[in-house]
């Protein structure tokens, strides 16, 4: 049998005041192909910026294969300042390889990418696809992928699958696209209350070996239960006689209960409700032979675009990366000037955006900050709540409450946002 080729022995990291994994032990072989799975802020990301040298260990040690090269792909990928869609793929290769910018170029026009596009105008989709190719051409022999699926469109996405699926190394890819991860994992590494679980199947298999460890689990909770009831009615019955002697048991018995506190599972759904702002105006908007381009040269994004939306409509954007979803979304909102055309907006309009990137989120704010304007409740639906009781509301810990917002994985940093945009009423 090979010997593997990345090997993590008691690994723990310490978040603040508790461990956010601990314990954990996990070997890679050279073919692997890996799935992590495990709820918002259980340390997925965390854990794949730690394979990949990004983030040191409070325990434990990680030994890699020499001559291991490891390709990481972040969350949120980082420009590092290279000005062209060229330069940004190129910094993968290294600095030994420089003379093999062939291998961008081919890549770059596989995805369909203009090496030399500025990097600052890439749409998110486009954003992505840079940094996957950057990723690919680096010819690393360990992929570390954190969802490599976001902004991607269908035909990127079965681009992704065949390259993966083609791809001679191993692999660990964290994503929320239940398909993608069936069609390519071997095996799924579970993070669940601090730990890390492993099978040997891949991710079509999770969902019925998930519930028969929530069965086991079950079951050995109702038995912990009945120990300590049976400990705490002998615990009542008076120890004055043999205090000296029983206070080992009485330690066991607070044990236990810390144990049975830590099992409580305190993950529910999402309480999400939406405030109805004043009725709108029956035109909500209204967009009359609408251009826009970017650069004087280049050919126009939207073209000769009208459209009429009145109060009640449902509408999707559909297209490729790049092909203007986010702009027309601009443009109908009138943040951003058509070139030619006009933009109507109805009466009594009150627009809610979530913007894709997040970046309407402070980084350096603490989450009751971000809900907050100075005082400790927000309004909800009409009524006053607790800023704390609230955040509860969308499955944040009262711990979190003063932590900053650059501290919260990218799925808890959505539902952020989800709770400070339904505090306000829209329409």
């Known amino acids: 049998m090979a010997p593997p080729i990345l090997t993590l022995r008691n690994a723990a990291i310490n978040w603040g005041s508790a461990y956010l994994f601990q314990g954990i032990d996990l070997t890679i072989g050279r073919q692997d192909r890996l799935c992590l799975l495990g709820r918002n802020g259980s340390g997925k990301s965390t854990l794949l910026k730690t394979l990949a040298g990004q983030w040191g260990l409070d325990h434990g040690e990680l030994y890699l294969q020499p001559g291991l090269k490891i390709s990481y792909l972040p969350q949120e990928p980082h420009v590092d300042g290279s000005p062209t869609v060229g330069a940004y793929i190129s910094s993968g290769l290294g600095l030994e390889h420089t003379e093999d910018f062939y291998k961008v170029e081919a890549i770059a026009d596989e995805l369909h990418l203009d090496i030399n596009q500025v990097v600052e105008t890439l749409s998110g989709g486009e954003m992505r696809r840079a940094s996957l190719a950057r990723v690919f051409v680096s010819e690393a022999n360990l992929l570390l992928l954190d969802e490599p699926t976001n902004h991607l469109d269908l035909p990127t996405i079965e681009w992704l699958e065949k390259k993966l699926t083609s791809f001679r190394g191993a692999f660990i890819v964290i994503s929320h696209d239940r398909k993608f991860l069936a069609n390519l994992s071997s095996a799924c590494l579970w993070l669940e209350r601090t730990e890390m679980r492993r099978l040997n199947k891949g991710f079509s298999h999770f969902d019925a070996w998930a519930e028969e460890l929530s069965a086991q689990q ?146 350096q704010k603490t989450l009751w900050e971000t809900l907050s304007d100075g005082g400790d409740h927000v309004t909800v639906m009409g009524k006053s709540r607790h800023i704390v009781s609230y955040l509860k509301d969308y499955l944040f810990s009262e711990e979190q409450a003063r932590q900053p917002v650059n501290s919260l994985s990218g799925g808890e940093r959505n539902r952020l946002m989800l709770a400070r945009a339904f505090t306000k009423p829209s329409n």
């Open 218 to 363: 079950e079951l050995e909770r109702h038995k912990l239960d009945k120990l300590i009831a049976l400990e705490t009615e002998w615990s009542h019955k008076g120890i004055t006689a043999r205090r000296k002697r029983n206070q080992g048991r009485l330690r066991q018995l607070a044990k236990l209960r810390v144990e049975r506190a830590n099992q409580i599972d305190q993950v529910g759904g999402v309480a999400l409700n939406a405030e109805s702002g004043a009725l709108s105006g029956k035109l909500v908007i209204e967009a009359s032979n609408v251009t826009k381009s970017y650069g004087t040269k280049s050919k126009p994004i939207i073209d000769k675009f009208s459209y009429r939306i009145v109060r009640g409509d449902r509408i999707g954007i559909i297209g490729a990366n790049g092909a203007g979803k986010t702009t027309l979304l601009n443009l109908l909102m009138g943040a951003l000037p058509p070139d030619t055309g006009s933009i109507r907006l109805g009466t009594n309009l009150t627009i809610l955006t979530l913007d894709q990137k997040r970046e309407s989120l402070d980084p």
